[in-house]
């Protein structure tokens, strides 16, 4: 079935290139997408080739909206990780789109206002992570991923200059699966229009990002008994009972046409504008035959208007009161289950919208270097929130945040010093007193020795707004605990030559929160530390076969009940180089593998992963086989996943599953192949 599936998406593919190619030779036709990744890529061939010397060529860069440097684009195909949405570094439920969470510590340090449901953060589109493009020609990319059990994956991409001093860019992706396992369905959709206009004269720049992010996801809040795992007549994971969702046996993987009975619903919207204007002095470059002008800015005014709205909501229209109660120890006024003559419900749901103004002065010491600059500030947030349970009558709430903040950076000229120092304060409103500080310094020693890196970083904040009893996510209407303070203080040395990164994070947390008994708001009064080292490396084995190793190790001092990892480390050894001129391969094996701990257990009600400490989760390591290649602007990632899985008790099965958190497994052999094709018209 897999196979035939696949064929018929080559087939489909194929048939949308010709239609491509033959619209894209019509008068004022454009074409498709960006590939992901930051600079010269690890893999083999970290160039755009697709144009041959007699064809015009394309050069492309992009920026981030707070950063003044351009980056290229990475064609390298070695790490799939780069495609896929969810970081290695991550648990998440099993199947695509499913709640995630970091394996690695990673305490929240950002500040002001959060709602606090984060658990489907990794299929967001987020501002600050949009790239503005400058490129001579459109540029088209289209993705396609299919996965075992229907799962899948769509992207497309395209930017273009209309002029050379406007660019506009739009992406879209799909996320879609049924689930492995009962009442486990996933359907994301997020979207993006961005656009970057600079003036002829180079005084003004406007930036604007209109953003959107529709995120479901079913909830089965895991499987009954992991014994059911063991039995023939489960057999199909689709037919084990899972703790909470409808109990009918007509489930099918048909990801299309599916509504949400259980589950998460999170809705956001973005619209994003910022307008710099220049006062400095012009000049320009004189050549033969054109006049090239120039710009050097002394002093830049800025307005940023943001304006979002955001909805959150659980739903269960087919709740059983006792399984809430046998597995979540919630009676019926504690879940908000409201007993009608058919049926029981949940329902909790918060709505937000908001508006923000911010204005910013930047002087430039060095006007031939825009990455030198001090930059000050102030923000006014206006948040409107409405909210309502099962229980409660519908309320409402206006939160206000006046912010100062300022900023100095300045990467010299002679790209041997990179320094960084910020502050955010919010000085009146809902979040008064939260404040964050930064200073990081980058020091490039030599060409032999690589780069050095050290930081210091210090944030004081306000627990999230679910956590706040007026929230319908705060259930049994908890106080909220009092603000959190994280100290973190992290170093690297980067040496490219050697193609190796040592890293070193402490963090030192004080009134720690977070969640025990799946939905009790709990706060550590000590004071507690956590250590992390890391290690990144290639190494070559031979002229074609290359091992990629980065490992973590952390380990956490005093009586807290936070439990993470000792080691986690992913390998990849891969065959891969540059075949009969046009072929770039790299085929090879991948393992993930963390120590035995007692991972967090996850509570679909409120989105939440919680500290347990009875169920410690010893999984084998992962091990997936992959094949992926380029051919000029096609590439193709092909893997089988989970091959840990396999045993040979009845034959050879893969249904030794490992475990992402107490009661929610992986699944057995996955088959997953993607498919980029990038356009230049």
Excluded at 510 to 520: H, T, V
């Amino acid at each position: 079935m897999f196979f035939k599936r696949t064929y018929q998406v080559l087939l489909t593919a194929v048939l949308l290139l010709c239609i491509h190619r033959a619209q894209a030779q019509l008068p004022g036709t454009i074409g498709g997408r960006i590939p992901r990744g930051l600079g010269s890529g690890s893999g083999s061939g970290d160039s755009l080739q697709r144009r041959s010397s007699d064809e015009d060529s394309i050069t492309i860069n992009f920026r981030y909206l707070d950063s003044a440097r351009n980056y290229k684009l990475d064609s390298s195909i070695s790490d799939y990780n780069l495609r896929f949405p969810i970081p290695y570094t991550h648990h998440y439920l099993g199947s695509l789109g499913t709640a995630s969470r970091p394996i690695l510590f990673s305490p929240t340090i950002r500040v002001g206002f959060d709602h606090g449901l984060h658990a489907f953060d990794a299929y967001r589109f987020d501002i600050e992570k949009v790239r503005f493009y400058n490129t001579t020609r459109p540029y088209t990319e289209l993705g396609y991923m299919l996965g075992g059990q229907s799962q899948q994956m769509i992207e497309i991409q395209h930017t273009q200059n209309f002029k050379p001093y406007w660019n506009i860019g739009l992406q879209y992706r799909l996320i879609n699966s049924p689930g492995f396992f009962k009442n486990q369905s996933t359907n994301h959709n997020n979207y993006l229009f961005n656009s970057w206009y600079q003036s002829p004269n180079k005084r003004y720049n406007n930036f604007l990002i209109l953003l959107g992010n529709t995120l479901q996801s079913s909830e089965n809040g895991g499987i009954e008994s992991k014994w059911y795992l063991d039995d023939p007549i489960y057999e199909d994971p689709l037919s084990i009972p899972t703790k909470i969702g409808p109990k009918n046996d007509d489930f099918t993987r048909n990801p299309f046409g599916k509504s949400l009975i259980t589950g998460n619903s999170y809705n956001e919207f973005a619209g994003y504008l910022r307008q710099q204007y220049d006062l400095g002095r012009k000049d320009s470059i004189v050549t033969d035959t054109t006049v090239i002008p120039l710009f050097y800015p002394r002093i830049r005014f800025e307005h940023t208007f943001q304006y979002g709205t955001r909805k959150y909501r659980f739903q269960d229209y087919q709740a059983d009161s006792a399984s809430y109660w046998n597995y979540y120890r919630y009676d019926k006024v504690d879940t908000g289950i409201v007993h009608e003559p058919n049926k029981d419900t949940v329902f909790l749901e918060d709505r937000w919208r908001v508006f923000s103004n911010d204005f910013s002065i930047y002087t430039f010491p060095d006007a031939k270097n825009l990455q030198q600059f001090l930059k000050l500030g102030a923000t006014l947030e206006l948040w409107n929130g409405r909210f309502r349970d099962s229980t409660r009558p519908e309320g409402r709430e206006t939160i206000t945040n006046v912010i100062l903040h300022g900023e100095y950076r300045n990467r010299t000229r002679n790209q041997k010093w990179d320094m960084v120092a910020s502050g955010q304060l919010h000085a009146s409103g809902y979040n008064v007193g939260d404040y964050h500080a930064l200073i990081s310094l980058q020091r490039l020693l030599s060409s032999r020795l690589g780069s050095l890196q050290v930081g210091f970083e210090n944030s004081n904040r306000s627990p999230a707004f679910i956590q706040d009893e007026k929230s319908s996510f705060n259930i049994g209407n908890q106080k909220s605990p009092n603000k959190e303070n994280v100290s973190h203080i992290f170093g690297a040395i980067m040496n490219p030559k050697l193609k190796l990164r040592l890293g070193a994070d402490y963090y030192l947390v004080g009134n720690y929160i977070y969640y025990k008994d799946f939905y009790k708001i709990e706060q550590e009064s000590e004071l507690f530390n956590v250590l992390r080292l890391s290690a990144q490396k290639t190494f070559r084995l031979t002229r074609h076969v290359n091992w990629y190793a980065e490992a973590y190790l952390q380990q956490k001092t005093g009586n807290v009940d936070l439990n993470i990892p000792l080691f986690l480390t992913q390998n990849r050894i891969a065959f891969e180089g540059n075949f009969f001129r046009n072929l770039f391969l790299s085929t090879g094996f991948e393992v993930r593998y963390h120590t035995p701990y007692k991972a967090d257990q996850y509570f679909p009600v409120i989105g939440q992963f919680a500290y347990q400490d009875t169920n410690t989760i010893k999984n084998r390591p992962d091990i997936h086989a992959f094949f992926n290649f380029r051919i000029r602007s096609f590439r193709a990632y092909v893997r089988a996943e989970n091959l840990n899985t396999i045993e040979y008790d009845n034959g050879i099965n893969f249904t030794r599953y490992n475990f992402s958190a107490p009661d929610f497994p992986y699944p057995g052999l996955v088959l997953r192949l993607g498919i980029y094709w990038s356009f230049v018209n």
